[in-house]
């Protein structure tokens, strides 16, 4: 199968769950994770009309943003260290694993002296798993507040990653956790915070996903084949 072929499938099974759940197909958008992938196999997709590409590494995001054409908007969704903020400014319109308030504020600090704004989602640790990144479903109020006072950054939404399962089914719980977070924040009425989005869903389980309320589903193996290394 081609790229083109695998996003022509993948699209219509994300129609497919959409409506199964009686949402709109056009809430849910596909962020195509290239991490690892050639220039070659993002320029294969952007022709079949993919815009959102995530990746999760500094040097590789940087790279291809200087090797591909404009009109790709590139979300970083990897666990990003404070001293790397500064390599990726401008360049990303969505970063998906905002996870602690110093990076945070090294992010508001960076996008600050461009003098503009970087949206951001906060990325919860649902599994509480050690070796995921995340803050803890108890601590996220606390952080969505401190994150909400940065002038240049804004809080969009909430990212999670559940822990791997060979059923999809039993990751909804997880994703059903995440939208009820959401709810929560949303209920809490923090000025400049809006719960608009819910990045949740891989290749695996993208559907289950959206059947919970998914609104950015990030997939690659199924788009791209298997990755060779990380
Ligand atoms: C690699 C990765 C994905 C995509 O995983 P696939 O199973 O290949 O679809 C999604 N989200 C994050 C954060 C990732 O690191």
Redesign the pocket.
């Known amino acids: 199968m081609s790229i083109a072929d695998n996003l022509k499938a993948i699209r219509a099974r994300i129609s497919e769950a959409a409506l199964r759940a009686g949402r709109d197909p056009d809430t849910v958008r596909l962020?195509a994770?290239s991490?690892t992938k050639p220039a070659a196999a993002i320029e294969e997709a952007r022709n079949c009309g993919q815009v959102i590409f995530?990746e999760?590494y500094v040097q590789e995001l940087v790279a291809k943003t200087a090797e591909l054409p404009e009109g790709i908007s590139w979300h970083f969704?990897?666990n990003l260290q404070s001293n790397k903020v500064r390599q990726i400014v401008g360049l990303v319109d969505l970063i998906?694993?905002v996870d602690r308030i110093s990076l945070a504020r090294e992010i508001d600090r960076q996008w600050g002296e461009l003098g503009r704004r970087c949206d951001v989602l906060i990325q919860v640790n649902i599994s509480q798993e050690a070796t995921k990144g995340g803050t803890r479903c108890d601590e996220l109020l606390d952080l969505v507040a401190e994150v909400a006072r940065l002038p240049h950054l804004r809080v969009k939404g909430l990212?999670t990653?559940p822990p791997f399962f060979d059923n999809p089914e039993a990751a909804r719980p997880y994703f059903r956790s995440l939208r009820e977070l959401a709810q929560q924040v949303e209920a809490a009425e923090i000025p400049g915070v809006e719960m608009c989005e819910l990045s949740m869903g891989?290749?695996?389980d993208f559907e289950a996903a959206i059947a919970e309320g998914a609104t950015l589903v990030?997939?690659?193996?199924?788009?791209f084949g298997e990755?060779e290394y990380r």
Do not use: E, F, T, W
């Not at 990030?218 to 788009?223: D, I």
């Open positions: 962020v994770v991490k995530g999760n969704i990897g998906h694993s990212m990653m891989m290749s695996g990030r997939v690659g193996s199924a788009l990755r």
